[in-house]
């Protein structure tokens, strides 16, 4: 947190600062992993260091969510064969999927994401 309310002060006038958080991550480091943030903490964490948020948006959706649990928990990524068959074709198919139901927009009730960016700048 040091690090990110340094970047914030020493962001110049009408200088902005662009963040992109994880939010569905496995947890590591225990217990010492703290930093999970959603889109209203994202911008909560903006605003409390006088930057207004000029846009946020999400990583991917609900399917992309999906598809991390899947990677991560049965290891798609390991052997030649899996990692390109497996996790890129399947990759591909559920991003689809995010910007068929989705239309990549944030405009649904539930906002399961893998990360989010928002870019903030200096309030006036």
């Given at each position: 947190?040091?690090?990110?309310?340094?970047?914030?002060?020493?962001?110049?006038?009408?200088?902005?600062?662009?963040?992109?958080?994880?939010?569905?991550?496995?947890?590591?480091?225990?217990?010492?992993?703290?930093?999970?943030?959603?889109?209203?903490?994202?911008?909560?964490?903006?605003?409390?260091?006088?930057?207004?948020?000029?846009?946020?948006?999400?990583?991917?959706?609900?399917?992309?969510?999906?598809?991390?649990?899947?990677?991560?928990?049965?290891?798609?990524?390991?052997?030649?064969?899996?990692?390109?068959v497996m996790a890129n074709l399947l990759s591909l198919v559920?991003?689809?999927?995010?910007?068929?139901?989705?239309?990549?927009?944030?405009?649904?009730?539930?906002?399961d994401s893998v990360g989010w960016t928002c870019i903030a700048?200096?309030?006036?």
């Amino acid at each position: 947190m040091d690090g990110y309310e340094g970047n914030c002060k020493s962001t110049y006038e009408e200088g902005v600062v662009s963040i992109t958080v994880p939010q569905y991550w496995p947890q590591h480091g225990h217990p010492s992993d703290y930093f999970r943030f959603t889109r209203n903490g994202l911008i909560a964490l903006c605003e409390s260091n006088d930057l207004k948020v000029m846009k946020c948006w999400s990583m991917g959706g609900s399917f992309l969510v999906l598809y991390r649990v899947i990677e991560l928990n049965f290891r798609l990524n390991q052997g030649f064969i899996r990692k390109i068959v497996m996790a890129n074709l399947l990759s591909l198919v559920l991003n689809g999927f995010d910007s068929f139901f989705f239309h990549h927009q944030d405009n649904r009730n539930i906002n399961d994401s893998v990360g989010w960016t928002c870019i903030a700048g200096k309030q006036h």
